[in-house]
């Protein structure tokens, strides 16, 4: 089975069609969101019932922390981060709010465990930022591989039997053997708004046969993704920073 990873769509209708299309040709048999499938961008109700047909034809969806933002006033964040948010409340309806309400923490799937942020307290959002967060991560499940979201810049860790944790930068369209008996954390990076200073869409591809990941980088309309959120009034450092990747 080949299996899609997508975290952080962030409303972003145009990466994640782009990203989308760019699986389908690669024979992709299983799709995995990864959470914030809401926040910054403009099309936070068409990008909610593209997951949700996804998860009715069998995908598996995570909630994210703007997803659980937009379902609590309670939920904090920086100030950019909370006005795109109070714009999002009012541009979802219904259904794509009880959708989004009934996303899991969560999904542990035979020796994987698919988790918007660090496994170590899901419910917090911590972020993996460097080993010592991948570690908190590792130590937390024996899940063999764990694939997370949240960080907005693409990683792959692993830790050997001896606890050493070590990590790298995934070069885009090499495949990566996750070997045993180390266990593995992958950081898929941002489908709709990437930080590592490359602006393309990313995603990845774990090929359950040869037990390979493929980390992935797809261009996109960055000009229409970015007018529709100039448009909608929005922050300004939103979409001035699509075309950076910052």
């Not at 699986?23 to 499938?37: E, F, K, M, N």
């Not at 910054?40 to 034809?57: F, I, K, L, N, R």
């Not at 266990?183 to 393309?200: S, T």
Request: aromatic share 6%; glycine share 8%; hydrophobic share 45%.
């Amino acid at each position: 089975m080949r299996i899609a990873f997508l975290a952080d769509i962030h409303a972003n209708l145009e990466a994640l069609r782009a990203c989308l299309a760019d699986a389908r040709g690669r024979s992709v048999d299983r799709y995995v969101y990864l959470g914030d499938i809401v926040g910054y961008g403009a099309d936070p109700g068409a990008c909610v019932d593209v997951v949700a047909q996804a998860c009715e034809q069998g995908a598996l969806a995570l909630m994210g922390n703007h997803d659980q933002a937009v379902l609590s006033s309670e939920f904090k964040l920086n100030e950019v981060a909370a006005a795109a948010i109070r714009w999002t409340q009012t541009r979802l309806d219904a259904t794509q709010k009880t959708f989004l309400s009934e996303l899991p923490m969560t999904i542990a799937e035979g020796a994987h465990l698919y988790v918007h942020a660090s496994a170590r307290t899901p419910e917090r959002f911590p972020y993996v930022h460097g080993l010592r967060d991948a570690s908190d991560s590792l130590t937390a499940t024996q899940a063999r591989l764990t694939v997370c979201g949240h960080v907005h810049d693409p990683a792959l860790y692993h830790i050997a039997v001896t606890g050493k944790v070590m990590g790298f930068i995934p070069i885009p369209g090499t495949p990566i053997p996750l070997t045993a008996p180390r266990r593995w954390l992958a950081v898929m990076g941002a489908v709709g708004q990437p930080r590592d200073g490359n602006p393309a869409a990313a995603y990845g591809i774990l090929d359950e046969r040869t037990n390979e990941m493929t980390y992935l980088r797809v261009p996109y309309d960055i000009d229409s993704a970015a007018a529709k959120i100039r448009g909608a009034g929005l922050p300004e450092l939103l979409w001035k920073r699509l075309s950076m990747g910052r």
